[in-house]
């Protein structure tokens, strides 16, 4: 399994990024997918996932301000971020269930 993040960038406080990882390689499911970050000097941090069918789970940081989705004939996950905060600022990384991607730099300036 292959995941391939995109769509950080550098965006002021409060705007909005859509972040998208491609999954490639045999798949069958993309219900164990999901969005992990580590910000500069701290140790990575669950940020959304799916915990099984449809279901999602989020960070209490997150809760309210990104959600996450997939769009399985893509075979493709997004994580919609909205007002963003400075603290916000990590790299940002896709998962599905042992794999993770090379992660995306998503940058808040104040």
């Known amino acids: 399994v292959q995941l391939q993040a995109s769509g950080g960038g550098l965006v002021q406080t409060g705007g909005s990024l859509r972040l998208s990882c491609a999954a490639s390689g045999i798949i069958f499911t993309l219900s164990d997918m999901g969005w992990h970050r580590q910000a500069p000097g701290k140790e990575r941090e669950l940020v959304a996932q799916?915990?099984?069918?449809?279901?999602?789970n989020y960070a209490d940081f997150a809760k309210g301000r990104f959600t996450i989705s997939r769009d399985s004939r893509k075979n493709t996950a997004y994580l919609q971020m909205n007002n963003l905060q400075p603290e916000d600022t990590a790299v940002y990384y896709c998962?599905?269930?042992?794999?993770w991607g090379k992660g995306t730099l998503v940058t808040v300036s104040s």
């Open positions: 998962t599905k269930g042992i794999f």
């Open positions: 799916f915990t099984g069918g449809s279901k999602t």
